[in-house]
């Protein structure tokens, strides 16, 4: 029995059915989330599926997340989706449920729940919620709402197909883009910055250094963040910029937190370097990690090692 | 009999084939003629298939153009792809082929060619070519290299799937990816600016004029672009940071040629803006057109039109 299989056998059982993602969802955690949320309440009208976490402003668009008290989890099956890990959780009232699914894409380094489905081969979680509706077509029925949200998932986690996508990426687009949503305007709001945010790209591009060894980094203070009006627009838009440039082979944004310390987005082409990211109390994906900078100097440690990482794979 | 039956018949006769495409050629115009020509190769080894126009060194990576003598197109069946009208095809002894043959996913205005397959329903004519391949596929084989052709073509007209795409795009993408290429090259090669580039960047994201019906405009003088030092790499990735702004509804870059004049882009979200374009010297598709400026004078007269244009769409 695979565990799609017993996946489908947990959900038919339960009359009450929560999903979670993770904390700081990213357009895959909701997507798959609410997708997956879709999915089982088209299918199985009579069940009762909630969807919890905090509420992101910026994807409201995708469906509200719901408030429920602690005695709903005693008879729930809970599923947490795009969730590598228990701590990441978003609501930590997933344990006290009576079954817990694990559905994710991200290395399984720390495996939890009763029945977990990881597959590491597909671009994101949205993706395996669709391979899920595929597989049991017969006995599920998608929305177009569920679509829209699977797309904006997969679109989410690749970038738009920039990256991370293949055949079966594309069939499942294919198949997504049969339903009746606009994804134009998906594609859109999802491409699309504010413009104070045009500004501080603005900042970025005319102040970003670039290594010889191919190192583009940006060093955003306080001081220069509070002296743009981002509101609730959040950075996360201004990593990408630094990818943006042809002779970049890593990428980082250092961004000081109201606490005074950094936090450390690290990006690379090609080249694996979330070993710094461990070093300095993160981690992630080869291509794409997170750190903490406790002040400047450990900035200024940080980019030395990514200049002396990009200086040996070029000499070798 | 339809135009591609037809088209593959007179493929079939022919010893020697010559395909056009338009001049100043984008990713599809390269991607359909050096496709076709792939597939034409592969498909039917004892046949001489040349491409030709002028040498575009930014995607010289899809393949050389041939030199030939004007004796050779007396004999052959000439193709055009991706161009709408004669003036604009490259090379112009196309005419001097012993049959012609359109193929292209433009408007229909202007006809030639004594055998046409038109259709606008699709993406790009990269993917009309690809669809020409799925068809008699019994018959055609397709390379890995021109899968890559046509891959890069599809991702060209559609801003890599941002718009234009359906899911019969997608299909066709998710058809071209079951070929070995790097698709992930191709899309950062065409996602990437220079570092001169990024401070071109910079400068339009600081200095773009926002009007409050939603016109985004910029004005790039001699005097400005020649501060800075792009080389080869041209303008053309100045548009799409116009349109990356959530609120504007048109945008529009005004650049200074070593003339004197301005040429115009002009492009819109929802509303079409070609009407513009058309009273000053030019034309194209409602939502992406260009027009000429033949001074400051006439730069803000459009600004005025296309302001005025989106403020009498704003009240209804």
Sequence with gaps: MTAQTQILAQIKQADTIIIHRHQRPDPDAIGSQM??????????????????????????????????????FQRALVIVTDTANEPRVDDQRYIEGRTLVKIDHHPNDEPYGDYSWVDTTVSSSSELIYDFYQEFSDELTLSDAGAADLYAGIVGDTGRFLYASDTATMAAVSGLMKFDFDWNKINQSMDT????????????????????????????????????DLGDF?????????????????WAVFEQ???????????????????????????????????????????????????????EHANG
Excluded at 59 to 68: K, P
Excluded at 284 to 296: C, F, R, T, V
């Design 234 to 250: 959040g950075t996360s838009f201004i990593v990408p910029l630094m990818g943006k440039i042809n002779v970049a082979k890593a």
């Design 35 to 72: 997708g997956l949320a879709e999915l089982i309440r088209t299918s199985f009208p009579e069940k009762t599926v909630y969807t919890v976490g905090k509420q992101a402003p910026s994807m409201a668009w995708m469906g509200e997340m719901d408030q429920i008290s602690d005695d709903v």
């Design 257 to 311: 937190q109201d606490e005074g310390f950094y936090r450390v987005r690290l990006r690379a082409r090609n080249i694996p370097i979330n070993g710094i990211a461990k070093r300095h109390g993160g981690g992630g994906h080869p291509l794409a990690s997170g750190a903490i900078a406790q002040n400047d100097e450990e900035v200024q440690e940080i980019i030395k090692e990514a200049d002396q990482l990009l200086k």
């Design 193 to 228: 910055i504010s413009p104070e945010a045009a500004k501080v790209s603005g900042y970025v591009y005319e102040h970003m250094t670039l290594t010889d060894s191919g190192f583009n980094y940006i060093i955003l203070t306080n001081e220069i963040l509070d002296s743009f």
